[in-house]
């Protein structure tokens, strides 16, 4: 019996999965996430073999969502199911160590087909993007692993940060003290290795961070 967690903020394309799954693999037992932290719930509750994470849901938001989980979930298989199929971001998503990219308009045998061969340990992409994939370069890597140690919070002020919000602005967005955002930014500051606000934009930017969403 395989256990995967479809992680995707929108119900009706989880039980669209759900379905489908269920008849192309019926040897399945799958768990659901709405947004980054009831994932990183249900990962650890259970003894997951494949995380299907959408790059976009709550608390994610693009590249985010990755790194945290692979950070704190290094041995547990993720493939990114996501509407986007940019070569770039995909080169980006495969480089930090996802095992697979599944555009959402896959149909429900090639997710079986791709499912089986991240759980054999192969790299799935879809047929054509494949001689597309980019290395990502060492710099993008030590990057990479600085922003995954930061703390979801942490990650929100960075990317109100990257938009040129003022503390007493992004403490406002997220209801918590001026005080609280400046600690937050000193933590990012010394986990980025970095040491004023044009840095950490340049990170960002780098990382194709977005901001989140508003609640």
Not at 120 to 144: M, N, Q, R, T, Y
Request: hydrophobic share 45%; charged share 20%.
């Amino acid at each position: 019996m395989t256990t995967l967690l479809i992680a995707d903020d929108h119900p009706l394309y989880r039980d669209a999965l759900r379905g489908a799954l269920s008849l192309s693999l019926p040897d399945l037992t799958l768990l659901e996430a709405g947004d980054l932290n009831q994932t990183v719930s249900q990962l650890e509750k259970h003894d997951v073999d494949l995380l299907l994470l959408d790059l976009h849901m709550p608390g994610s938001n693009d590249l985010f969502g990755l790194l945290h989980i692979r950070k704190l979930y290094p041995d547990v298989p993720v493939a990114v199911v996501s509407g986007t199929e940019d070569p770039t971001i995909i080169s980006k998503i495969v480089g930090v160590g996802a095992l697979g990219f599944i555009p959402k308009t896959t149909g429900a045998d090639d997710i079986a087909k791709a499912i089986n061969a991240i759980m054999d340990g192969d790299v799935w992409l879809p047929e054509g993007l494949s001689d597309k994939i980019e290395e990502v370069d060492d710099a993008f890597s030590e990057l990479a692993d600085q922003v995954a140690s930061l703390t979801p919070s942490q990650y929100k002020v960075l990317c109100y940060m990257r938009d040129g919000l003022l503390n007493k602005q992004i403490g406002y967005n997220l209801d918590i003290a001026e005080a609280t955002v400046k600690a937050h930014v000193t933590a990012i500051f010394r986990k980025l290795g970095i040491n004023n606000r044009t840095q950490a934009v340049l990170i960002a930017s780098q990382l194709q961070l977005e901001p989140p969403e508003a609640s």
